[in-house]
């Protein structure tokens, strides 16, 4: 095929994967799954290929097929792995395990350590999922999810001053993070700390059944 062909063809596969990945974010997935079929009917690519499999599964369908092609159109690919990580983190622990650790052997990423540390506190494991946490922040420490992450390790180890402090690392990059400040809300509120604790959940402009909760708490 001459470059002229191919370069349209590749135009037209990343319109319809941009297409795809609006609508999936606005949540209209059935539009979303026919734009990602296109992008790889024209030209097969990951980031189609991910997408899709991902709107397979928010809508309860199968997606091994496209879990197949991955494998087969991108064996060495971090990502690849990293999707088959994400497809069988509820499903099978074990082998979401040993997906996430390929990617990582492929690719010292930030983000991978970060998903094996997820994984890991929903096993049981916080020791592993700590020192994996970790090993994400010294990549990038500005990431307010991985000091969120290190917070809830830390509660569950007991370690509740080390939980205050990945908290407030957490709040001094972004002040307003949900997350950190319904933690340490929580930290507060088991030291009988209402006070601090309601005046961190006041900062939560968009308050769901979980902050009111905490917040009734506060006030008790």
Same mark, same amino acid.
């Given at each position: *095929?001459?470059?002229?062909?191919? /370069?349209p063809?590749?135009?037209k596969?990343?319109? !319809?994967y941009? @297409? @795809?990945?609006?609508?999936s974010?606005d949540?209209?997935?059935?539009?979303?799954?026919?734009h990602a079929r296109k992008?790889?009917?024209?030209?097969?690519?990951?980031?189609?290929l #991910?997408?899709?499999? $991902?709107?397979?599964?928010?809508?309860?369908?199968?997606?091994?097929t496209?879990?197949?092609m991955?494998l087969?159109?991108?064996?060495? +690919?971090?990502?690849?792995?990293?999707?088959?990580?994400?497809?069988?983190f509820?499903?099978?622990? !074990?082998?979401a395990?040993?997906?996430? +650790? %390929?990617?990582i052997? /492929?690719l &010292?990423?930030?983000?991978?350590?970060?998903d094996?540390?997820r994984?890991l506190y929903?096993m049981?494991?916080?020791?592993?999922?700590?020192? =994996?946490? $970790?090993?994400?922040? &010294? *990549? !990038?420490?500005?990431n307010t999810?991985y000091?969120?992450?290190? @917070?809830? #390790?830390? *509660?569950?180890?007991? %370690?509740?001053?080390?939980?205050?402090?990945s908290c407030?690392?957490?709040?001094?990059? $972004?002040?307003? $993070? %949900?997350?950190?400040?319904?933690i340490?809300?929580r #930290?507060?509120?088991?030291?009988g700390?209402?006070e601090k604790?309601?005046?961190?959940?006041?900062?939560? !402009? +968009? %308050?769901?059944?979980?902050?009111?909760?905490?917040l009734e708490? =506060? #006030?008790?």
């Amino acid at each position: *095929m001459s470059e002229d062909r191919v /370069l349209p063809s590749l135009a037209k596969s990343t319109d !319809e994967y941009m @297409a @795809a990945f609006e609508l999936s974010e606005d949540g209209y997935l059935e539009e979303a799954e026919k734009h990602a079929r296109k992008s790889i009917e024209i030209k097969k690519n990951i980031e189609a290929l #991910i997408l899709l499999v $991902d709107i397979l599964e928010k809508q309860g369908k199968d997606s091994t097929t496209f879990q197949k092609m991955l494998l087969e159109e991108y064996p060495i +690919n971090p990502d690849t792995y990293r999707r088959l990580f994400l497809s069988s983190f509820n499903s099978n622990k !074990e082998e979401a395990l040993s997906y996430i +650790n %390929r990617s990582i052997n /492929l690719l &010292k990423k930030a983000i991978y350590y970060f998903d094996k540390s997820r994984l890991l506190y929903s096993m049981g494991r916080y020791l592993e999922a700590l020192a =994996s946490v $970790d090993t994400a922040i &010294k *990549m !990038e420490s500005r990431n307010t999810s991985y000091w969120n992450q290190r @917070a809830e #390790i830390l *509660m569950k180890i007991a %370690r509740v001053n080390d939980a205050k402090e990945s908290c407030e690392v957490s709040l001094k990059i $972004d002040q307003r $993070d %949900r997350n950190a400040l319904v933690i340490l809300s929580r #930290i507060y509120l088991n030291s009988g700390e209402k006070e601090k604790a309601k005046e961190l959940l006041l900062k939560i !402009e +968009n %308050r769901d059944e979980e902050i009111k909760k905490l917040l009734e708490e =506060s #006030i008790s």
